[in-house]
């Protein structure tokens, strides 16, 4: 299996290619330089391991929650090329990307939960809550968006991993969560790597869509714009 996996739901632009069960792919954080950065960056990876387009499988995204304009880029990249190579896409939880990611650089055992929080601005934060199972995580609750005071952990897990941008509000947090956990990862951000891991597990179970289909997850229904004074 081939698939290519991008991620732009941040300030980090990556993409990352499984081949044949082999795992590459670059990372660049430049603010602003998505759309620039990140067809290169696919073409580097798939030459380096000497394929083409017309080789892959199967594309990923991660779809969101994140940052709206880095969402709509994912987006028309995926969709462009699904639309003209013909395949299909697997959209991915920015949120369960950085809980794959914690629960390895933790170690996270079988069962432990892990919570995911991104900075939504708007004073909220992207909330996600996930469980170690099989080694992947597993969402105990919908992903949602709301403000730090409102954010909650479900029961189950007894041991509780955290990280994202959005614990950097953890001040602001209820104690029954804040308390839960210990040294969130405050720095943890999406990566392709993580997208294409997941991506390939739901591929597996045909968690697949064609190109119409491959939406952002946005959380929030409206976008609120700040308009420049006399604008």
């Not at 698939?3 to 990556?14: K, N, P, V």
């Not at 992207?126 to 609750?141: I, M, T």
């Not at 479900?154 to 941008?165: C, D, F, N």
Request: glycine share 10%.
């Amino acid at each position: 299996m081939n698939l290519l996996a991008i991620d732009t739901s941040t300030d980090a632009c990556s993409v990352a290619l499984l081949c044949s069960g082999e795992l590459s792919g670059h990372c660049r954080v430049e603010p602003r330089g998505h759309t620039r950065l990140i067809m290169p960056m696919v073409r580097q990876v798939l030459e380096e391991r000497g394929l083409a387009m017309a080789d892959l499988d199967a594309l990923a995204f991660a779809a969101g929650p994140g940052s709206f304009t880095g969402l709509r880029i994912a987006t028309g990249v995926i969709q462009g090329l699904a639309w003209g190579l013909n395949l299909p896409v697997v959209p991915v939880s920015s949120l369960a990307a950085v809980a794959l990611e914690l629960a390895e650089a933790r170690g996270a055992e079988e069962g432990e939960g892990i919570a995911v929080a991104f900075d939504a601005r708007m004073d909220e934060v992207y909330w996600g809550c996930f469980r170690l199972v099989d080694g992947l995580p597993e969402p105990l609750v919908p992903e949602r968006v709301c403000p730090p005071e409102q954010v909650s952990l479900p029961q189950g897990p007894e041991r509780w991993l955290a990280g994202g941008s959005g614990w950097r509000y953890a001040e602001r947090m209820p104690p029954s969560v804040s308390d839960a956990v210990n040294a969130p990862d405050t720095d943890c951000a999406p990566d392709a790597r993580f997208v294409a891991r997941l991506a390939a597990q739901a591929w597996q179970k045909g968690g697949s869509v064609p190109a119409a289909q491959a939406q952002p997850v946005y959380l929030r229904d409206e976008v609120t714009w700040k308009k420049l004074p006399g604008r």
